[in-house]
């Protein structure tokens, strides 16, 4: 009997670890530290005479980790390949069987969605070979996109500047979020009111309000200025008030299904405000494996990349007991919960994203994890189980009241509504977060029956103006994406980073905005490959990729059928194209000879160039200013960026002075001692000097220890508000 050890490989030491406190003494486990192959970064890599076929080479940092795989193999009795269970995962691994392949060694493929004792066994008592379709799916994808970015980008560099890239999912990622900044550039606000009537039956004290709708007999009823409001506000105000319909509706409401890769995302931006490429990172690090306390190396959740909601039966079962135990038999339905989700080309294979197990509460888990693991872990955790919780019910009651103006026979239609929650169900553990505000629930109405006569109190008139389509947050743009099948689990994250990176988009607040340089690249690829940056032709590519992995099409002839009409584009292109300079003004002046200073990009990125150039070849460092002045040495404070491209604050007079804070400075000195206040956690601000911690409004408007905030905004006009008085006053002399 061979007293060799079974080889597994892997992608990284994390899970290598994991699975090494699975697998026993018998298996040895090695890290290939992601892809061993890949295309040259300084050449095309790809053979256009040859059927397509790619050049693949092993990178220079990845030698030594291939030369020790290799004698790993060497010295080993079989080999089996564990890689992640999707189309990237079963490239690697081919790749690793091409880099190391020893003399008639077996190489076995095992396949698993959870690092669980259970699932690993099952996995290497099942080992198959190699899936080709779905190698050859995901070479086809890698060859796609070298076609179109080494072709394009260089176009870019010549008729724009250096270090542009173009990509089939970035270019149409970034074109949705150029079309949505031109319908909001287009849109003319629209000027409405609204009339809201506050109520009480005749013979009561408590209020209510009821929003006009319409007119009574159905006709549709538009308040265009504050005019129209106000000569409506006047009929209202003569108007006699009796309630024409009351129904009550019971309403039932479902959990979300479990996450896909996709609502992950949306989610935890929703939620948690992490970035894709956060969330990602982080779910991987809850997938392959952390040190739980006695229990050592454990993976916590299934498989992050998947677009199916399907569960195992058993993870069901699990889960439906701990609900029975936690919250009680009136929260579990009669039956399991099964979910269906219509995403294009979804792997049914794949499970949803879960917890291994129900029974690791996220609060008995804490202190073994870190603060952005703990809070995706429980999630993850609450998603899971509330999917298998009960409904929650509502009794939604609607009023309708009619509001009689007797000189003119005219009668309108106001309505109140409130919804009740009867049972709270799932949402008693968690509820999924909307992208935009949603419309409240009104307040508990009093008990009105048809035929109640009701008084006014009081009329509120609003102005109100039409809005324009939000800005894409990570999540919409997400979901967008998705829903028009661009890109796949994998590449949602990476896409949202490189238009950031190349600098096409920036965050306002939280949403996506195209940068002036975003704008005349998309520009340009609209114009000239009009096909890539085509939402609907990137998806027929996807499918196109789909039907490679599934159905084994020829995936030569569905990069032939691409690369011929872009071929033609590119010689196009090539010919016609015009020359664009980018170049941002500034309010600085040249040292030299006084001209304006332009941003201009090199290789290592922006820096301050003389509009006057050639004449004048004065160059100075970009520096982004923030407006306060350096505590050490009185100069500017400028945004920088670290090696790990995260953003601190320094003084401009570096290196001659060093202060350096991670935190944002703000303008306002410290209300205690004068010092520099940072931005520090929320909407806190933190003296440097002192350490005095205080709301950020707070500090602005009142100094220590005072509340005072600003001032809301009213939309009421002075002639609304008069309205409101008047009409209070007249409800009082009414009851006196």
């Given at each position: ?193 609204t009339i809201e009537a506050e109520l009480a039956k005749a013979a009561g004290k408590a209020t209510f309000r009821a929003l006009l ?215 008693l553990l968690y509820t999924e977060s909307k992208d935009e505000a949603e419309e409240k629930p009104g307040p508990t109405l009093p ?171 004065q160059t100075k460092s970009f520096q982004v200013k923030v407006g306060v002045k350096c505590p050490q040495c009185g100069g500017e ?100």
């Amino acid at each position: 009997m061979s007293s060799k050890k079974k080889l597994v490989i892997v992608e990284s030491p994390a899970k290598a670890r994991t699975l090494s406190k699975l697998l026993g003494s018998s298996y040895s486990l090695k890290a290939s530290m992601g892809h061993v192959r890949d295309l040259p970064r300084s050449q095309l890599g790809v053979n256009l005479e040859e059927g397509f076929a790619p050049e693949y080479v092993v990178p220079r940092a990845k030698a030594k980790i291939v030369n020790e795989l290799k004698k790993a193999a060497k010295a080993a009795s079989a080999i089996y390949l564990a890689t992640d269970p999707d189309r990237e995962g079963e490239a690697i691994s081919w790749h690793l069987k091409q880099v190391t392949q020893p003399n008639r060694k077996p190489y076995r493929r095992v396949v698993f969605h959870e690092i669980t004792k259970e699932a690993i066994k099952r996995a290497f008592d099942h080992p198959h070979s190699i899936n080709m379709q779905l190698v050859n799916a995901q070479q086809a994808r890698r060859i796609l996109d070298r076609l179109v970015g080494y072709k394009i980008s260089p176009l870019l560099w010549q008729k724009v500047r250096r270090g542009l890239s173009a990509g089939r999912v970035q270019s149409v990622a970034v074109k949705i979020i150029v079309d949505r900044e031109r319908e909001i550039e287009k849109f003319v606000p629209v000027e409405y009111w609204t009339i809201e009537a506050e109520l009480a039956k005749a013979a009561g004290k408590a209020t209510f309000r009821a929003l006009l709708i319409r007119l009574a007999d159905g006709t549709k009823l538009e308040i265009h200025n504050e005019k129209e409001a106000t000569e409506l506000g006047e009929k209202l105000e003569k108007a006699s008030y009796k309630v024409s319909k009351v129904s009550t509706k019971k309403a039932t409401r479902h959990p979300a299904p479990p996450f896909i890769t996709s609502t992950l995302q949306q989610e935890a931006w929703r939620k948690l405000h992490f970035p894709a490429k956060l969330t990602m990172s982080v779910a991987q690090e809850l997938y392959e494996g952390l040190p739980i306390g006695k229990e050592g190396m454990v993976g916590l959740i299934t498989y992050m990349r998947t677009d199916s909601t399907r569960v195992a039966r058993s993870a069901i079962v699990e889960t439906r007991e701990f609900i029975t135990k936690k919250y009680g038999a009136e929260y579990l339905p009669a039956h399991a919960r099964s979910f269906t989700r219509a995403v294009k080309g979804a792997q049914e294979a794949h499970e949803a994203i879960r917890p291994t197990k129900i029974k690791r509460e996220p609060e008995f888990l804490r202190q073994y994890l870190s603060n952005a693991q703990f809070k995706l872990y429980q999630l993850i955790w609450k998603r899971m189980v509330a999917s298998q919780m009960a409904a929650a019910t509502f009794d939604n009651t609607t009023v309708d009241i009619q509001a009689r103006h007797s000189l003119s026979n005219t009668s309108y239609l106001l309505r109140a509504t409130s919804s009740v929650n009867t049972f709270p169900g799932f949402m008693l553990l968690y509820t999924e977060s909307k992208d935009e505000a949603e419309e409240k629930p009104g307040p508990t109405l009093p008990q009105l029956t048809k035929g109640d006569r009701l008084k006014l109190i009081e009329l509120f008139p609003e102005q109100h103006f039409t809005k324009p389509p939000p800005r894409f947050t990570e999540a919409t743009l997400i979901k967008m994406l998705e829903q028009w099948g661009i890109g796949r689990p994998s590449t949602y994250a990476p896409t949202l980073s490189t238009i950031q990176d190349r600098e096409y988009v920036a965050k306002t607040e939280g949403r996506f905005q195209p940068t002036e340089l975003g704008f005349v690249v998309n520009d340009l690829l609209a114009k000239h490959f009009p096909d890539i940056v085509d939402i609907n032709f990137t998806a027929y590519m996807e499918d196109e990729l789909d039907k490679v992995a599934n159905e084994n099409k020829d995936w030569v002839l569905v990069i032939q059928e691409f690369y011929t009409p872009f071929e033609k584009s590119l010689e196009s292109a090539a010919e016609l194209m015009e020359k664009v300079t980018v170049e941002e003004a500034t309010d600085e002046v040249c040292p030299k000879c006084g001209k304006p200073m332009v941003v201009k990009f090199g290789r290592f990125g922006k820096f301050l160039a003389c509009s006057g150039y050639p004449d004048c070849k004065q160059t100075k460092s970009f520096q982004v200013k923030v407006g306060v002045k350096c505590p050490q040495c009185g100069g500017e404070i400028v945004e920088k960026r670290s090696r790990k491209k995260r953003t601190f604050y320094g003084c401009s007079n570096y290196p001659d002075c060093t202060f350096a804070t991670n935190f944002k400075p703000l303008p306002q000195p410290c209300p205690k001692c004068g010092g520099l206040l940072t931005a520090y956690r929320g909407n806190l601000a933190k003296c440097i000097k002192c350490q005095f911690v205080g709301k950020v409004g707070e500090v602005i408007e009142g100094g220590v220890g005072e509340t005072k905030a600003p001032a809301k905004p009213t939309t009421r006009t002075k002639k609304a508000t008069k309205k409101r008085s008047t009409s209070k006053a007249k409800a009082k002399r009414a009851k006196s």
